[in-house]
């Protein structure tokens, strides 16, 4: 997995990447429950790019930055992880290397939660949206932006190739077939 360094309380470095997409059985992925869409794009590298499950395909922005991927979901949600596929080695000076992640109800009212640098990553990054207080494990959000605010070797254009987001299954016990969400009825749902 990566590994993030923090410089202050909303920015860290990440460096690396991982080839293999790895995540927690108690986290389910939440990107087919939104609508996405991108501030602009390449012709036949647009938005079902990021979603299509296929590395070798990518979204291409078209404009000056920031570039911009929205992520909207129709009822408030919570969120715990972004995950992106970049990759340095083929994309170069399309690659991101800073990247900001806001949240909010929608447009109007965006807050900035984590602002990444990228050192030539190469594979799935990780960015959890988890905050530095220990009982801040998720955002509850309608609204998830992903900005990319520069590119490596001061690129214009922008590659990604997949992204995944994350959030808590609604059921803390995994392969648990019951819905015990209290912490009473957690404590009686195993048979002893």
């Not at 609508?35 to 078209?62: F, H, I, M, P």
């Not at 920031?66 to 919570?78: A, E, G, R, T």
């Amino acid at each position: 997995m990566a590994t993030e360094s923090s410089e202050s309380e909303e920015e860290g470095k990440i460096t690396g990447g991982n080839q293999h997409l790895i995540v927690e059985d108690d986290l389910r992925e939440m990107g087919k429950k939104a609508a996405w869409s991108v501030s602009s794009c390449k012709t036949g590298n647009g938005v079902s790019s990021l979603r299509d499950d296929n590395l070798e395909t990518y979204w291409q922005s078209d404009g000056a930055q920031p570039h911009l991927v929205n992520i909207q979901f129709q009822k408030k949600v919570k969120l715990q992880l972004v995950v992106l596929y970049v990759d340095f080695k083929l994309d170069e000076s399309y690659t991101p290397s800073k990247i900001s992640i806001r949240a909010g109800d929608g447009f109007h009212n965006l807050k900035e939660i984590k602002t990444v640098e990228l050192v030539k990553p190469t594979g799935w990054v990780y960015l959890s949206l988890s905050g530095n207080d220990p009982r801040e494990t998720f955002v509850n959000t309608f609204m998830l932006q992903i900005v990319v605010l520069s590119n490596h070797l001061n690129g214009r254009d922008t590659h990604v190739r997949q992204i995944k987001v994350y959030g808590p299954r609604p059921n803390p016990i995994p392969h648990q077939p019951f819905q015990f969400t209290s912490r009473e009825f957690i404590t009686y749902s195993t048979l002893r």
